[in-house]
């Protein structure tokens, strides 16, 4: 059935992930009811990994490791976030959202578009066209790949529970300083980037040709989080909400914006280099000083407001 419709799986899982994601749609449009929106995402990547080798019947070392990694993966982010929103209750990111159903249709038509394409490389390993994942063996890629990915899923999850530990807090001040967070503003998000680059070089080992264009992936998660539902939105809520408060500048300006570093290097870095290698863009002062109460809200991920809502990119509320 899946040559039928293309050797490399593309219109196969396509039409898996629109048709999962399809069904969390008519739940939440009908019981007007989202805590179950970004454990849909999550466990799309599940859900594209195993059937895709399942159905494959391949069952190659990398196939079977690649897509054992995107389903931990997927099973984490899947928990981690419905027992989120399960303790923190409404997601409030659907306020503008939830009583309509052009909105809905968009956030979860996106929501399978995301799945889908960061898939990819997990796809295009699992279809083998070409039957080469018996005859090409494991090299170094697939053991820098997997160790990527190992760091990325652990810093992840250490951001993950610090801040949720630190807003469950009683006594809990506005931003999150402690852990990992003291080294990054955003280090879930930078834990995502090595998650995808990782799968991405284990899987170039045996892509060809065209398929080399499953580097959208980790670009895709690069480019939501640098510019569209991650940290723009963040940074401005937290510029709004935080700007007049003591101390906050000072994070702001001693805290690397992903990637970790000691304060007192990101600090004395010159600026350049913060915008051209560090990611210190113009576009996350936006809002700074405003009185404004702006939005806080969570991640991945952290969706555009369209985009807000964008599929697994939990916010770091």
């Not at 999962?20 to 989202?34: E, G, K, P």
């Not at 419905?82 to 997601?91: P, S, T």
């Not at 909105?103 to 898939?119: C, E, R």
């Not at 080469?132 to 993950?160: Q, R």
Request: aromatic content about 14%.
């Amino acid at each position: 059935m899946t040559a039928v419709l293309d050797s490399r799986y593309l219109a196969f899982t396509a039409l898996l992930s629109v048709g999962y994601q399809l069904i969390f749609f008519a739940v939440t449009a009908t019981f007007r009811f989202d805590k179950l929106t970004d454990f849909a995402g999550g466990t799309g990547f599940i859900v594209n990994a195993l059937v895709t080798m399942v159905v494959s019947g391949g069952y190659h070392p990398r196939q079977v490791v690649l897509s054992a990694l995107q389903i931990a993966w997927g099973l984490r982010l899947a928990l981690f976030l419905l027992f989120r929103i399960l303790k923190w209750g409404e997601d409030k990111r659907f306020d503008d959202t939830r009583d309509s159903i052009p909105k809905l249709v968009v956030f979860w038509s996106l929501q399978a578009l995301w799945v889908f394409t960061v898939s990819l490389p997990v796809t295009l390993i699992n279809a083998d066209a070409r039957g080469l994942a018996g005859s090409i063996g494991l090299g170094a890629a697939d053991y820098v790949g997997w160790a990527l990915f190992a760091a990325g899923l652990a810093l992840e999850a250490v951001a993950d529970q610090q801040k949720l530990t630190f807003k469950s807090a009683p006594d809990a001040k506005a931003w999150c300083d402690v852990g990992v967070w003291r080294w990054s503003r955003h280090p879930n998000y930078f834990g995502e980037w090595l998650v995808w680059w990782g799968v991405f070089i284990s899987a170039c080992r045996q892509l060809r040709g065209g398929e080399y264009a499953a580097v959208v992936s980790p670009l895709f998660i690069m480019a939501l989080l640098l510019g569209l539902s991650g940290m723009p939105i963040q940074e401005k809520g937290w510029n709004k909400k935080y700007g007049r408060m003591p101390g906050f500048d000072d994070w702001k300006r001693t805290t690397s914006p992903v990637v970790p570093l000691p304060p007192a290097v990101y600090g004395a870095l010159p600026r350049v280099v913060k915008t051209v290698f560090l990611f210190e863009w113009p576009i996350y002062a936006a809002g700074l000083g405003d009185d404004a109460g702006g939005s806080d809200n969570a991640d991945g991920r952290e969706k555009t407001q369209l985009l807000a809502s964008r599929p697994g990119l939990r916010a770091s509320a």
